[in-house]
């Protein structure tokens, strides 16, 4: 994996099918990145809970000692990795999926998916006309879909974003001709919430925000944009967007006593 020095990667078993992306699952993922060493495991070794694995270090591309943690679902490849490799989706791949394989943590060890999520109008930068701040609970991180009436956005799949160079695959200032992404500053001790914000080159009428569950929000505008007081929050119906995970079908699927190693690299 570039730039993650060195990494461990564990297979989870689930304790339940669930769908993603339109795909059976009945395992994840596990990464650890950037280790300082690596417990003596070999490929398709069984550890239980509670072995270490290894120890948090600064290999790789990184100026401090950590660990960076990461869960997918169905592939193994990250979407940037399938885009460089120009690696074509197959429904039967396990690398070349077609979507991020990228999941929040929480469907699997805790945490909340719950709790307040809020659309309200922001001032735009310079350039653009109109933007919204999505405000939600680090359970709800997974923001996967926007639905406007100036198009969707898919995130998981990369559906409507501008692609041509592997720079600009998470260009979120030009993620399309129309809209620009802002995220807020979030770090592991941030607490409870956390933002993004959409910006819009010219006013839409209505703005939704979907996670990974299916959960989702709405903002309707009035006929003048402008005002600070036009915007209109309500609860979207759970409809499942589409490239979303079943919702809640997934969500803390129970840890397994055992788990296998899939791979190692350095």
């Not at 270490?52 to 100026?63: A, C, F, N, V, W």
């Not at 979030?186 to 933002?195: A, C, F, I, K, R």
Request: with cysteine.
């Amino acid at each position: 994996m570039p730039g993650g020095g060195n990494v461990l990667v564990l297979e989870h078993a689930l304790s339940s099918t669930a769908k993603f992306h339109d795909r059976v699952i009945n395992k994840y993922y596990s990464y650890y990145l950037h280790l300082n060493s690596i417990a003596a495991l070999s490929e398709g070794d069984v550890v239980s809970k509670g072995t270490e694995i290894g120890t948090m270090g600064q290999t790789g591309e990184t100026s401090f000692t950590h660990l960076h943690f990461e869960t997918r679902l169905v592939g193994y490849c990250s979407y940037q990795f399938q885009f460089a490799n120009n690696r074509q989706a197959s429904p039967t791949s396990s690398c070349n999926t077609g979507f991020d394989p990228h999941v929040h943590p929480y469907l699997f060890v805790g945490g909340v998916a719950s709790g307040p999520k809020y659309l309200y109008e922001v001032e735009p930068m310079e350039g653009f006309e109109y933007a919204v701040r999505y405000n939600a609970t680090r359970g709800h991180m997974d923001m996967d879909v926007i639905r406007t009436s100036l198009g969707d956005v898919h995130i998981g799949t990369r559906h409507n974003v501008n692609i041509n160079t592997i720079e600009a695959l998470d260009d979120l200032h030009n993620i399309t001709p129309w809209m620009a992404l802002r995220p807020g500053y979030l770090v592991s001790t941030t607490e409870d919430t956390y933002t993004y914000e959409l910006h819009f080159r010219s006013a839409p009428t209505f703005v939704e925000v979907y996670d990974i569950y299916g959960n989702g929000i709405r903002a309707s505008m009035t006929a003048d944009p402008g005002s600070q007081t036009s915007s209109t929050t309500t609860e979207a119906a759970n409809e499942a967007a589409e490239g979303t995970a079943s919702a809640g079908e997934a969500r803390r699927g129970g840890w397994l006593a055992l788990f296998v190693l899939v791979g190692l690299s350095t």
